[in-house]
Structure formats: structure tokens, C-alpha cells
């Protein structure tokens, strides 16, 4: 398990780094105004299925299903097919009508900020074709145990947006914006083929071919029945962000990227511990339960627990302590004025307050989808996303923008406690071995210390 961790840490780690090369960039070049919010906005709806798909809801509906079934290339066919005709019609009608789709995911825009973004809309959804087709190979070479390729090709989507910066650069903001959106589909194009040529290398193009061409009948209706309640269970936070994302519209301009800055903060811990630890584990467990190997995917539960806690900690206190000077080294620059960086850092801070419960319930969920409870999931998501949009309205007016990232943080709180009551508190507390809380404790201050002195070098540098 270790290994494989591992192999997913340094691939988002990657990642991630080119994704904050790219942000500097964006931040250099656009700021945070009008522009960079027509893009983020326009970036959001494919990113929103990106996530949800990417980081576990395909895979977490599909991989049970596909390891019980009794024709496999049949089964995997049929899937594909199901779902990737739902979403080329989906884009389709997003290309036909961008402008009454822009209306709504942009309500708070003038109309000439619209009307710039309508065929950015259009152009960037496409992403999500490609992204599934993607994450659908992902998925059949995780059961081959194969994460690399998955997790270094998102590196290329973040390689693509670099390119259209630096190609855009010296051009009107307007154009930026169009050449980043060719840049996300372009990336999309750079993910498939890496993963159609590691899936030719595992056989599974194959796999898929025999699927294609054979006679048998193959029933996915387990698929169906668990796949919407495994979107819906793992996009809470991807949900409420976009909801932030939807009411910064009525806020004034550079609240998106406000909002969007300090989310992709708070995505970096949350990808490389949360899940990088819960996509090696959730294979493990599934593999585990099916033998009623009870014990053993209890104690992978633990081990993984605590691995997540501790790095989550750390991350939490680190840049709770040093917010402003987090956001100042990445992206204060160019068109990003110290304004700017003082607004993210604070919203940083809502976000990194929902960092733990966000976190450590995609470990527990990963449970409740390996015992096939999708709809439990999906309700507690519900209610804890409605906790969040009442918290959003209540908060937006008097915390403006800073409001919308606490509400999405107390409604992490809430889905966490829900699903961890679901898996069961006794259980939860055979986890807290003395040794194992001695060690957190040391972990707290720790990362204390290491805090207070980044801080100091930062300012003594």
C-alpha cells in the first residue's frame, strides 16, 4: 500500500507544482478582475465533472460492478458506451445553447461579460469528454494495479495551460482567455493518449475491442443503480466550490478568483494526502470485504486513518499560520497587487478550516462504497450541502466572499460526522492506540514550530 501511495504523492506532487506554475502565470498575466473570473467560470462546470469523476465517483461505482461481472469486456463496453453517449449529447446541447448556460452559471455578470464567456463555455466543456474517457481507462488499469499513468498525466493538462500563457502573453486579456480555454481541450487530448497507449501496453484496449465485438449480454444495472449516488456522495466539496463560485457573481469583481485561488490552495493538501491515500485504499478494501476479510480492511482503515490525519494536520496548521505569506510567494506579481493577496489569504483560511472533515471523510466514504452503501453517501452529501447554501446566504452579506468559503468548511463538518456515525463510532475508537495519539500530539507541535519558522525566514529572506 505504501508504494503505491506513494507513486500517487509524487504524481499529483507534480502535478500540482505545474498547476501552481500555471496559476503564477494566470495571476501574473490576467489578476484577479473580470477577465480571470469569465475564464474561471467558464473552466468550472468540466472541471466540477473532472473532479467528481476523476477522484473517485466513476471508480468507486464502477470497479465493484466490473469485478463481479460475468462477461468483463461486455460489461466495461456497455458502460462506456452508456455513459459517454450521455455525455457527447450533454456537450452538445451546452455547445447549441452557451449563451442561456452561461446565463446561469454567470447570473451575476453584465452582459458583455456573458457574451465573452458563452463560447469559452462551450469550448472548455468539451474537456469532459475527454476527461472521461480518460478516467474509464484510469479505472480498468487501477484493476491491473497501474497508477502511474494516471497519476503523472494530469500533470499535461497543467503543461498545456502553461503553453497558452506563455503563447498569449503579450495579447489582450480577451485572448488570453480564449487561448487557455483551446489549452484545457488540448490537455484533455494530451491525457488520452497516455492512457490509450498504457491501456494498449495492459490490454485493455483489448479487452474493450472483444467487448465490442462479442454477442453476450452483459447487465449493468447495479451500475446504474450505485453510479448517481457515487457522483453525488464524492462532489460535496466540488459542489459547494462551484456554488461559491455561482454567488461571487453578485460580489464585486475578483471574488471568483479570490475564491478560486485559495481553492486550488486547499486542493493541494486535499489531492495529495486525502486522495492519493483513499484511491490506493479503496481497491484494497473492495478486494478485502468481497473475501469477508472483515479485519483486515478495518485495520487498512486504521493505518490509512492515521497516515491522513497527521499529514492533514500538518497541512491545516501550516497554512492557517502562514496564509498571507503562502499566497504572497506564489502568486503576488505582475497584474496580482497585495490587495489581492491579503483577500485570498484570508479566504484561504475558511477553506483550510474544512481541510480535516473534508479529508477524512473521503477515507470513510471509501468504506461506505466498498459495502455498497451509494445511497447513504448521497444523502448525508445532501444534507450536508444544504447546511452549506444556508450558511452561504446567511453568511455572504455580512462576510462577504469569506462567508461563502466558511459555509462550504461547516458543511464538510457535517458530512463528516454524518459518515463517520455510518461507519460506526465503537469501530472508529478501537483506532486510538496510545501510541498512535503520542505520535499526533508530537505532529501538532511539530508543525507549530515548522510554521513560526517559515514565517521567520520568510521575512528574514
Request: net charge positive; hydrophobic share 55%; charged share 15%.
Amino acid at each position: 500500500m505504501i508504494k503505491s501511495i506513494l507513486i500517487n504523492f509524487i504524481g499529483i506532487f507534480n502535478s500540482r507544482i505545474l498547476g501552481f506554475l500555471r496559476d503564477l502565470l494566470s495571476a501574473s498575466i490576467l489578476g484577479a478582475n473580470i477577465y480571470s473570473d469569465i475564464f474561471f467560470v467558464a473552466f468550472k462546470l468540466p472541471n466540477l465533472f473532472r473532479r467528481i469523476f476523476a477522484e473517485g465517483a466513476f471508480t468507486q461505482s464502477f470497479l465493484p460492478s466490473f469485478a463481479k461481472a460475468k462477461y468483463k469486456p461486455s460489461f466495461a463496453y456497455k458502460v462506456f458506451k452508456y455513459i459517454f453517449t450521455i455525455i457527447l449529447i450533454l456537450s452538445l446541447i451546452v455547445t447549441l445553447f452557451s449563451y442561456p448556460i452561461t446565463d446561469i452559471l454567470a447570473y451575476g455578470f453584465d452582459e458583455k461579460a456573458k457574451k465573452i464567456a458563452a463560447p469559452l463555455v462551450a469550448i472548455n466543456f468539451w474537456y469532459l469528454d475527454l476527461i472521461f474517457i480518460v478516467t474509464f481507462l484510469a479505472s480498468l488499469l487501477q484493476y491491473k494495479k497501474h497508477f502511474t499513468t494516471t497519476a503523472f498525466s494530469t500533470a499535461l493538462l497543467n503543461i498545456s495551460l502553461i503553453t497558452a500563457l506563455v503563447l498569449a502573453m503579450h495579447k489582450s486579456k480577451e485572448e488570453v482567455i480564449l487561448y487557455m480555454s483551446i489549452g484545457v481541450v488540448a490537455g484533455g487530448v494530451a491525457q488520452l493518449i497516455a492512457h490509450i497507449i498504457a491501456s494498449k501496453k495492459y490490454g485493455i484496449l483489448k479487452l474493450l475491442y472483444i467487448g465490442a465485438k462479442s454477442n453476450k449480454k452483459a447487465d449493468i444495472s447495479t451500475f446504474k443503480k450505485h453510479f448517481l449516488p457515487s457522483v453525488f456522495g464524492n462532489s460535496t466539496a466540488h459542489i459547494s466550490a462551484f456554488l461559491d463560485t455561482w454567488l461571487a457573481t453578485f460580489l464585486s469583481a475578483g471574488s471568483i478568483s479570490y475564491l478560486y485561488y485559495a481553492n486550488r490552495l486547499f486542493q493541494l493538501p486535499f489531492a495529495l494526502f486525502a486522495i492519493a491515500i483513499s484511491t490506493v485504499l479503496f481497491p484494497q478494501i473492495t478486494k478485502a470485504l468481497s473475501q469477508n476479510k472483515t479485519k483486515e480492511a478495518n485495520e487498512n482503515m486504521k493505518k490509512a486513518f492515521w497516515y491522513l490525519f497527521y499529514l492533514l494536520t500538518l497541512a491545516f496548521i501550516f497554512a492557517v499560520i502562514n496564509s498571507k505569506e503562502i499566497v504572497k510567494l506564489l502568486f503576488e506579481r505582475g497584474a496580482f497587487t497585495n490587495k489581492d493577496t491579503i483577500e485570498t489569504s484570508y479566504v484561504l483560511i475558511m477553506y483550510m478550516i474544512g481541510l480535516i472533515p473534508f479529508g477524512l471523510n473521503k477515507l470513510f466514504s471509501s468504506y461506505l462504497y466498498a459495502t455498497h452503501r451509494h445511497l447513504k453517501s448521497a444523502k448525508f452529501s445532501a444534507i450536508s450541502l444544504g447546511v452549506n447554501i444556508i450558511f452561504s446566504l446567511l453568511l455572504i452579506y455580512p462576510m462577504k466572499v469569506l462567508g461563502l468559503a466558511l459555509a462550504g468548511s461547516i458543511g464538510g463538518f457535517v458530512l463528516f460526522f454524518l459518515t463517520l456515525k455510518e461507519y460506526g463510532f465503537n469501530q472508529f475508537l478501537t483506532f486510538f492506540e496510545k501510541k498512535y495519539v503520542l505520535i499526533y500530539f508530537l505532529t501538532v507541535l511539530a508543525s507549530v514550530l515548522i510554521s513560526i519558522l517559515f514565517k521567520q525566514l520568510f521575512y528574514l529572506l
